[in-house]
Each structure stands twice: as C-alpha cells, then as structure tokens.
C-alpha cells in the first residue's frame, strides 16, 4: 500500500489558489517538494512536529507569504494551502515523509515519496 497519497492539483489563473492535501502514517517530518520541467526538484516546505506536538515549520523564499503548511493530526493529513499563484509555481509537487532525524528542504532527507500532482498556472 503506498504511504503518502496525494490530491489536489489542478489548473488555475495567476492570483488563484489551490490546496493539496497528503495523507501518510504518521511521520515526525513532513515536506512538500516540486519539480518543474527540465529543472530539478525542489523544497517548497518543511514541517518538523517534535514529541510533545511542537511544529517547525519552514518555508523556501519562492513561497514565503503565500504558502502555508498545516497538518491535522488527527486524521494524518498534511495540506499546502497556495495563495497568490504565479505561472513560476507551476510544477508537479511531491509530498515527502522522513523519519531519519533530518528535516530539511533537500531531497536526500526523505526517504518516502507521494506520486505527485500536477499544478498549472496559466492565464
């Protein structure tokens, strides 16, 4: 069975929204990833949630201001609400899980890949 399962892409006009959404099984570190044609995949954001719940939250510069990164624990989920989109954020975005004690925007951290949803930016 795969462990994180994506949903929430989709096609939208600058300044749009959209919010996607990974279920997993309960990982320590979180992260959303993108990777956008001929380029290299990169971090988009991080959350670390420690023992007793606390979260760290980090963000890449791109995204600062119009990304937020949430989880509800409860059910597992973890959700990128976008805001203000631009034709630049297009890309497939990758939720990431880590359990191995790095939490960082670097692909290497995460051992634990979704299949990826497709986010267009288009006018």
């Known amino acids: 069975a795969q462990e994180l399962v994506e949903s929430g892409g989709g096609s939208v006009q600058p300044g749009g929204s959209l919010r996607l959404s990974c279920i997993h099984t309960?990982?320590?570190?979180m992260g959303w990833f993108r990777q956008a044609p001929g380029k290299r995949r990169e971090g988009v954001a991080t959350?670390?949630?420690?023992?007793?719940?606390?979260?760290?939250?980090r963000y890449a510069d791109s995204v600062k201001g119009r990304f937020t990164f949430s989880q509800d624990k409860a059910t597992n989920t973890a959700y990128l609400q976008m805001n203000n989109l631009k034709p630049e954020d297009t890309a497939i975005y990758y939720c990431?899980?880590?359990?191995?004690?790095?939490?960082?925007?670097?692909?290497?951290?995460?051992?634990?890949w979704g299949q990826g949803t497709q986010v267009t930016v288009s006018s």
């Open positions: 990431a899980a880590s359990n191995n004690g790095f939490c960082r925007l670097r692909t290497p951290d995460f051992a634990h």
């Open positions: 309960g990982y320590p570190c």
């Open positions: 959350m670390y949630t420690d023992r007793i719940g606390q979260e760290d939250i």
